[in-house]
């Protein structure tokens, strides 16, 4: 299975909130009533998504996400997958990812690497011929792929970096193409220490085969990604959720393994 190839660098404003479990059904028939479904598979309206993130021993870009007011680096791997009669659908490679956040102004740069690969990063191997052959093999452009990949190079020869932690939920994604806009709605979002080499005899990372997780949030997460504001109707429909800009995945899976390491 392939993934939907989208731009290799993307900068948008991103804006996020909190929603009770017990509102979401509503919520999805009602920006479903005004928003188109993103589906790359007709049919399958929820995406499985698991986000490794990499970080130092002594959580050098978690401690600086935490920070307000400071422009932070993620870096990280996406895996997407599918569950189809108790089956994982899933694809051979994943999303490398460089996102820089400021308040609610993002930039991401991404390439897309085999699976298998994605160990080779952290003991420096020259990675550039099959960066370029994926790129191309999934219809992305090869020469920014590339450029990417030297990017996120340049932090793993800056700091020892390893894999951190994982974060799964699954995703509803709706977008409005007139106002450039894509809103995702996460579920279940759970919270795991990372496997020292995650793809170890495994096609997809999921919740399941990272056995109990470190917490869990208990909230949905909603988040407007857009670079031309937010219709007039989304904005009252907001004013029901919880505003979370301060929220971010990648904290809230790395306080755990913080509060670990501080009481040793």
């Keep these: 299975m392939g993934e939907l190839i989208s731009p290799l660098f993307i900068s948008r404003m991103e804006r996020k909130y909190k929603v009770e479990p017990e509102e979401v059904p509503a919520l999805l028939d009602a920006l479903a009533a005004k928003m188109q479904r993103s589906e790359y598979i007709t049919g399958r309206p929820v995406v499985h998504i698991a986000t490794l993130y990499f970080d130092t021993p002594e959580f050098h870009f978690a401690k600086k996400a935490s920070c307000d007011g400071v422009v ?18 899933t694809s051979d490679f994943c999303w490398i990812e460089i996102k820089s956040r400021n308040g609610i102004a993002t930039e991401k740069w991404r390439f897309p690497l085999g699976k298998g690969l994605v160990k080779g ?23 920014q792929a590339l450029s990417n990949y030297e990017r996120f190079r340049s932090h793993l020869r800056e700091f020892r970096i390893a894999p951190s932690t994982v974060v799964t ?15 995702t709605v996460d579920c279940n979002v759970r919270y795991f220490q990372a496997p020292t080499n995650p793809y170890s005899g495994n096609r997809a990372i999921t919740a399941e085969q990272l056995g109990k997780p470190t917490s869990c949030e208990n909230s949905a997460i909603l988040e407007t990604k857009s670079g031309n504001g937010l219709p007039g109707w989304l904005w009252q429909m907001l004013k029901s959720c919880r505003s979370a800009q ?19």
Aim: charged share 35%; with cysteine; aromatic share 12%.
């Design 72 to 89: 932070s680096i993620k870096l990280r791997a996406k895996d997407y997958s599918y569950r189809v009669n108790r089956l994982v659908e």
């Design 121 to 143: 990063l952290f003991f420096d191997e020259d990675l550039k011929d099959p960066v370029a052959e994926c790129a191309k093999e999934n219809g992305a452009d090869a020469v």
């Design 246 to 264: 301060e929220y971010s995945k990648f904290v809230s899976s790395s306080k755990p393994l913080m509060r670990k390491m501080n009481s040793q």
């Design 169 to 183: 939920y699954s995703r509803h994604v709706f977008t409005l193409e007139e106002w450039d806009l894509r809103l």
